[in-house]
């Protein structure tokens, strides 16, 4: 447990003091966010927004987890590497992403297909690499299972494994990439979802079958130190909020969203969670079928479905104001993850 607190204070303590610092950087340097003219009016107003914020709370989380480790004495493990080596790779695409747009002055970055590539590169290592590295126990970082609440039914082999992770960790990057549309939506979810990973797997380590072989314990290689990447990410994020909450002084950029998205489903992934976190996630899938919906009508009927797309944008145009729209949107995500927790501890107590 001292090493879960260390990693998230350290993080928060980081990310709070540095963020100023990059802020002051990026204005110096003119890198401001560029604003789509697509986009509602409003948002104009924010052309200019330092971003690329994504890349403190990267870096404080990294720092985050190898100070608890330094402190307290315990060697990383390879399941909380891969998750920081999923996070670190993608912010890396999202900062080349961001960083085109700025030098440019575009508010369109990589080409789409480049971006894929990223991601694929980055999501096919962290895969493969899961497959493998068995601990004492001969449990490895990943399985070649579907998961729930822990992994169910037969094998699916190591190949259609990958590609299912790699379907995850874009669809998860891209969906809090289209989350990221107001002041603090998308790193107010994110940290609520990383707070319940720090729970689960607390829980996972407390009912390891390496401990006890009981029939409700959990295979997972390294629960404490898949809790301890998510303490460390959730402090960073927390700083950062204090930074990016309405008005915002900073935006994450395709920096922080992406390098999220990765850290929620290497999570998931090595938890065994896979379908858990889209409920856990309930608020981001939701925006993300918001997209689909709206571009699907769009072609089938030549109508909209919703005033524009994603979902927080339909609400700006209703007239609703955008710190009423990010509030809403976190208690909603309060309780996506409310729920996702109680499955979790529901499918845990032992059967009569």
């Not at 409003?42 to 330092?50: D, N, V």
Request: positive net charge.
């Amino acid at each position: 447990m001292t090493n879960i607190l260390i990693a998230a204070g350290v993080a928060l303590v980081f990310v709070m003091v540095g963020t100023p610092v990059w802020i002051r950087i990026v204005n110096r340097l003119g890198y401001g966010q560029m604003i789509r003219d697509e986009g509602p009016e409003a948002h104009l107003t924010k052309r200019g927004t330092p971003t690329m914020g994504g890349t403190v709370f990267i870096v404080g989380s990294l720092f985050g987890y190898a100070v608890a480790h330094l402190v307290t004495g315990e060697s990383p493990t390879i399941s909380g590497v891969l998750v920081l080596f999923l996070m670190t790779g993608l912010g890396f695409v999202g900062f080349v992403d961001d960083f085109i747009k700025v030098f440019k002055q575009r508010s369109l970055g990589l080409r789409s297909g480049a971006k894929m590539i990223g991601i694929i590169l980055v999501g096919v290592v962290f895969a493969v690499a899961s497959l493998n590295f068995p601990n004492g126990y001969d449990i490895t970082p990943a399985d070649p299972h579907l998961s729930f609440l822990r992994d169910f039914g037969p094998s699916i082999g190591p190949y259609l494994f990958v590609v299912w992770a790699l379907l995850l960790i874009a669809a998860m990057s891209n969906g809090v990439n289209l989350t990221d549309g107001l002041d603090g939506l998308a790193a107010g979810p994110a940290g609520m979802v990383l707070a319940a990973y720090v729970v689960i797997g607390n829980w996972q380590l407390r009912n390891s079958c390496a401990a006890a072989l009981v029939p409700n314990c959990y295979n997972v290689r390294d629960p404490l130190d898949l809790a301890v990447v998510a303490a460390a990410v959730l402090g960073g994020v927390f700083g950062f909020l204090w930074w990016n909450a309405p008005p915002a002084k900073i935006f994450m950029g395709d920096t922080g969203s992406l390098a999220l998205g990765g850290v929620l489903v290497g999570l998931a992934i090595l938890t065994r969670t896979q379908f858990l976190l889209a409920i856990l996630c309930g608020l981001i899938v939701m925006i993300t079928l918001s997209v689909i919906i709206q571009v699907g009508g769009f072609k089938m009927t030549k109508k909209r479905v919703f005033k524009m797309a994603p979902l927080q944008h339909h609400f700006e145009l209703s007239g609703w104001a955008e710190t009423t729209i990010v509030v809403r949107f976190w208690l909603m995500s309060a309780l996506f993850v409310g729920i996702g927790i109680g499955l979790f501890y529901l499918e845990w107590m032992p059967k009569k």
